[in-house]
């Protein structure tokens, strides 16, 4: 059976036995039923992967949505400090994901993290180029950037 | 409770987004700008849009924001690689130095380069 299926119709049971239909209903369905599936898993014969993938899509959304917050805030900083700090300066980052979907989530989310914003990805597609606001140490930046983003969506996407 | 909640968004996304324009008009480098525009204001329009959800809580509502959200996010950092980078394949005089050990800009093809590349 598919899990993802299976996990969606337990969402839709959930939220009509509780009798109200609306999007908090529903997550919470679907939150169960993830969990209720999980532990079922192993005599229904699901698919692990998909527990896998489902539990680091989370963490990716979840990763993400702080670092957006972390990089408004300095960039907020950065446009209230009275003299600036900031040291633009352009930055290469290999590229180790090579499908379409894929290498756009990971400029997309470059762009929308602290300090860094994607400007071209070259056409043998094996270097994103990146503009950094505070490029003092850009292999420090290389590093965050490949250990942080490119391997969480690397890992979603196995 | 909830209200007061959502107020806190609502303010919190008027603060980035005018954090966003102040921005917008105080760099002094088209790629800096793009920073400040892209972060600061989405963020501040997510904010903004996430309070409506909290308030109403229904299942119409919800789902124009979720949609509204993916759709920024989708966007916003689109349209600042789009800018940025005919910002820089055009123009060979920015701000933006280029570091020992990394090639910078002198990757980027040139103009007539990206037009012929270009499909």
Known sequence: MNALAANLVLAVIWAALTGDISSGSLLSGLVVGFFALWMVQPILGLDPLYFRRMYRSTRLAVFFLWELLKSSVEVAVEVLRPRGRARPAFVEMPLDVKSDLEIMLVANLISLTPGTLSLEVMPDRSTLIVHAMFGDDPDALVASMKNGLERMVKEAFE | ?119
Do not use: C, Q, Y
Not at chain 2, 48 to 58: D, E, H, I, K, R
């Open chain 2, 1 to 119: 409770m909830i209200e007061i909640l959502a107020a806190i968004f609502v303010l919190a996304g008027g603060v980035f987004s005018l954090i966003a324009g102040i921005g917008l008009m105080r760099f002094n480098d088209v790629l800096m700008r793009m920073h400040a525009s892209t972060k600061a204001g989405t963020l501040g329009s997510i904010l903004t849009l996430v309070a409506p959800a909290l308030v109403f809580g229904t299942m119409g509502v919800t789902t124009k924001v979720v949609a509204g959200v993916l759709f920024l996010l989708l966007t916003a950092p689109i349209a600042a690689h789009m800018i940025g980078r005919a910002f820089v394949r055009t123009e060979k005089d920015h701000k933006t130095k280029t570091l020992p050990g990394h090639r910078g800009s002198a990757l980027l093809p040139s103009p007539e380069e990206a037009v012929r590349r270009s499909p």
